[in-house]
């Protein structure tokens, strides 16, 4: 059966980018361009693992990842924090993401992490 990843991120065209490369890893995706309703998502979905990016309407990526992070059922999802801002580490510390990857990535590097995180 195939890992989904759910993709949350406003830019349709990270969306379709992710969606073809990561489709392409053998994984199905779903994908949501805001965050405000992660946990009904979550919930509908059931993601073995989420991109999330920190910008993201309306509560944003640190307090999307932190309500998941808090959730007793959905704490143990993966969650790789993605965005082009220059403290990307801090803040996927911030949010509680397991990883993160800087904008623009390589996507050798999308491959790598995602299959890091599915395996753990």
């Given at each position: ?7 949350f ?5 990270i969306?379709?980018?992710c969606?073809?490369?990561?489709t ?9 361009e805001?965050?405000h ?13 989420i991109?999330?990016?920190n910008?993201?309407?309306d509560?944003?990526?640190?307090e ?18 993605f965005?082009a801002?220059?403290d990307?580490?801090?803040l996927?510390?911030?949010?509680g ?9 390589d ?8 299959k890091a995180?599915?395996e753990?």
């Amino acid at each position: 059966m195939k890992k989904t990843v759910l993709i949350f991120d406003d830019d349709v065209n990270i969306l379709e980018l992710c969606s073809i490369i990561l489709t392409e890893c053998g994984y199905h995706v779903e994908v949501s361009e805001t965050s405000h309703d992660i946990i009904e998502i979550v919930t509908k979905i059931k993601p073995d693992a989420i991109l999330m990016d920190n910008w993201i309407p309306d509560i944003g990526g640190i307090e999307a990842t932190r309500l998941l992070k808090k959730h007793a059922e959905f704490n143990k999802i993966p969650v790789i924090y993605f965005s082009a801002n220059n403290d990307i580490q801090t803040l996927a510390k911030k949010a509680g993401a397991d990883a993160h990857l800087a904008k623009p990535f390589d996507l050798n590097d999308l491959e790598s992490l995602m299959k890091a995180v599915m395996e753990k």
